[in-house]
Structure formats: C-alpha cells, structure tokens
C-alpha cells in the first residue's frame, strides 16, 4: 500500500483543517479593515458609593434625524477613541465618538 492510502484520512483532516483557519484569517482580515484607528483613549472609574433615590420620570423627547448607515462618522468635533469604563465588577472598553 502507498503512504497515500495508508494516511488518506490523516491528510484530509489536515488539509480540512488548514482551510478552515485561513478561511477564518481572511475573514478576520476583512472585517477588521474598514474600522478607523483609535485617536483618543478615555477612562471612566465608577465610583462604589451606595444607590441614590430614583429621580422623576422627564417627558419623552423629540425623535432624532437617522444616521449613516454602514460605517462609523463622527459629528464635527468628536473623534474615534475607546472609553473605557472601571466599574467594580470588572472593566469594560467601548470603541465610539469622544468630544475632543
């Protein structure tokens, strides 16, 4: 018997699972190019005093005007960056429009 048939299942998962990870890499590849590089980073820490009392329920606002649809665009004064919020649970990071 040739090396071939002795190892045919061996090669094809092999070859299977090589495909599947570059699959996965152009993948990652292509949806990672069209976000913008961060400008700015800003942490928040919360602070872990006790609860306030509810506040009063305010009248419901105006509906505001639709946005872009597709890509991040932010307004005339803001720049993409990471917020980063310490809470006492844990930490969480959030990629959006900062005011400059």
């Known amino acids: 018997m040739s090396f071939l048939r002795r ?5 094809g998962l092999v070859g299977t ?3 599947a990870g570059a ?3 152009l993948a990652s590849v292509a ?3 069209g976000s913008p590089a961060a400008v700015t980073t800003v942490t928040v820490d919360v602070a872990t005093g006790p ?3 509810a506040g009063a329920r305010g009248a419901q606002g105006p509906t505001g005007p639709a ?3 597709g890509s991040l665009s932010c307004p005339t004064g803001f720049v993409p960056g990471h917020l980063v919020i310490n809470a006492p649970k ?3 990071t959030l990629f959006t429009c900062i005011k400059q």
């Open 23 to 25: 699959a996965g890499f």
């Open 31 to 33: 949806f990672s190019a």
């Open 17 to 19: 699972l090589a495909l």
């Open 90 to 92: 844990g930490q969480t």
């Open 7 to 11: 190892n045919a299942l061996t090669i």
């Open 51 to 53: 609860t306030g009392p």
């Open 67 to 69: 946005g872009a649809d």
